[in-house]
């Protein structure tokens, strides 16, 4: 069964630092990965998702992820992070069975 | 355009009562799909419904149920409540058949069991 794993559980970090979010994708099936975010108190929201074509996708509010099948990776980066991403973020991909599998999430706490 | 809505915000039932969430998908959107987020865990996969039909399940016990009516929207029902069932329940909406299905979620009805 496809799986998604999300390495850190929470990652502290100061303002302006870079941020790099792992997520690893099990090996089968359609490559479909998406990235969302849910700030305190609000809803899911998309951050970005990749199907085919450049492994190197840009997202909302200064987010990127990128591809790389050889490692079953699709890491989430952003070069400076800001207070206001301070939120938990999930990695998700479809099974065979068009269920959408969340990762455990990982929780960024940017210090002002 | 409104985004998937939601009912309600919040509800606290007690052990062995009934509950039915309520979700409306995003206009044009055919799929809804049912979410239980439970506190520091990603969201589990519950049901989804396409064009009315169970389209999948997840691994939840008969005690959860669902529906999909013509207009799209979606019921979630929960019988014989257990304290476990506390948690975040998620409805997303997408438009299957467009070969980059993306599901797009509500703010979800926080549920207390006591």
């Known amino acids: 069964a496809q799986s998604v794993s999300q390495h850190n559980h929470h990652v502290i970090l100061s303002e302006a630092a870079s941020l790099e979010l792992g997520c690893n994708y099990s090996?089968?099936?359609?490559?479909?990965l998406f990235w969302y975010v849910q700030y305190p108190g609000q809803h899911l929201q998309l951050l970005l998702k990749y199907f085919s074509g450049d492994p190197l996708v840009k997202g909302i509010k200064g987010f990127e992820a990128e591809f790389i099948k050889s490692k079953f990776s699709f890491n989430l980066r952003k070069p400076s992070v800001q207070w206001s991403d301070t939120a938990e973020y999930f990695c998700a991909r479809y099974n065979q069975g068009g269920k959408l599998i969340f990762g455990q999430g990982t929780e960024l706490s940017v210090k002002p | 355009d409104a985004g998937v809505t939601q009912s309600p915000t919040h509800l606290i039932k007690t052990r062995g009562q009934q509950v039915t969430l309520r979700c409306s998908p995003i206009?044009?959107?055919?799929?809804v799909s049912w979410y239980q987020q439970v506190l520091g865990q990603g969201p589990q996969f519950i049901f989804q419904?396409?064009?009315?039909?169970?389209?999948g399940r997840g691994n939840f016990p008969d005690r959860f149920s669902a529906r999909q009516f013509p207009n799209y929207s979606s019921e979630l029902n929960v019988n014989a409540l257990l304290l476990g069932d506390s948690a975040l329940y998620l409805c997303?909406?997408?438009?299957?058949?467009?070969?980059?299905?993306?599901?797009?979620f509500g703010p979800g009805t926080r549920l207390l069991v006591l």
């Open positions: 997303a909406s997408s438009r299957p058949g467009t070969g980059e299905e993306t599901q797009y």
């Open positions: 090996y089968g099936g359609t490559v479909n």
């Open positions: 206009s044009g959107h055919k799929s």
């Open positions: 419904y396409y064009e009315k039909e169970e389209r």
